[in-house]
């Protein structure tokens, strides 16, 4: 091969290489589209809510945050719970990782202080869409929740901030369970000890067999008013102690 040819190659493959780390679609800000039909609106009512202020806490996610506010879901909890604490919600049914990263950009944070965040995000980036071809891949997901992660601690430097792991779903045999194992492995070095701390608390879902609940998760994906008390005891501890 002479040194025209092996430039070339060489060049070539640091393009795919460059091309490739591009083409990750979790870290790359985009708003949503098409479902949920009010996204656009929904993402402007919490821009306008965090200009007002008063919030010490912050729940940011998809819709398994967005379900404290369902009348099947976590509502009552979230009263007794979190309202007193001046809390937020900021969860829109469908996020991915892309899409939380467009609204941090785009005025959510703006003005805010909370003392704490509870960030759940990265299910929806898991699996496979209808043409089967991968959503992310778990490296894929880990940089997106990465990516949000940095931009908190850039945005809200006086914040502390509770990761969670993503929350098992589907069946015991889904190879998303896997994903979703492989992801949390991962965003468990986060822990620094100090403004961040992670919890997966994934295993409080779980029958002893690994069998996830429909009593607990009727669509084996979204809590009921079970399961968003068990994720409520299972972070009080930690929460309370973030808040003082």
């Not at 008063?54 to 967005?66: E, K, P, R, V």
């Not at 099947?72 to 979230?78: E, L, R, T």
């Not at 609204?103 to 960030?119: C, M």
């Not at 869409?129 to 940089?143: A, H, Q, S, Y």
């Amino acid at each position: 091969m002479n040194q025209r040819l092996l430039n070339f190659a060489l060049a070539l493959a640091l393009f795919l290489t460059v091309t490739a780390s591009a083409e990750n679609t979790a870290i790359i800000p985009v708003p949503r589209t098409t479902v949920p039909t009010n996204w656009m609106s929904t993402h402007e009512s919490f821009v306008k809510q965090a200009k007002q202020g008063n919030i010490d806490l912050l729940f940011l996610g998809d819709s398994i945050t967005a379900g404290w506010f369902w009348g099947n879901g976590g509502i009552n909890i979230w009263k007794k719970c979190y309202a007193p604490r001046h809390a937020a919600n900021f969860g829109i049914g469908w996020d991915r990782t892309q899409n939380v990263l467009w609204r941090i950009e785009n005025g959510e944070l703006d003005g805010l202080k909370p003392k704490a965040v509870v960030l759940l995000i990265g299910t929806n980036n898991c699996g496979n869409e209808d043409n089967g071809k991968p959503r992310n891949t778990t490296p894929e997901i880990v940089e997106g929740v990465t990516a949000i992660v940095r931009e908190l601690q850039t945005r809200l430097p006086e914040s502390k901030i509770l990761l969670l792991g993503i929350f098992p779903r589907g069946v015991k045999n889904d190879p998303i369970r896997d994903q979703v194992k492989a992801v949390n492995d991962q965003l468990a070095k986060f822990d620094d000890g100090k403004r961040v701390k992670f919890m997966d608390i994934g295993s409080k879902f779980l029958e002893p067999d690994g069998t996830l609940s429909r009593n607990i998760m009727p669509d084996l994906l979204h809590p009921n008013e079970k399961g968003y008390q068990i994720w409520s005891e299972a972070m009080e501890s930690t929460l309370d102690s973030m808040l003082k």
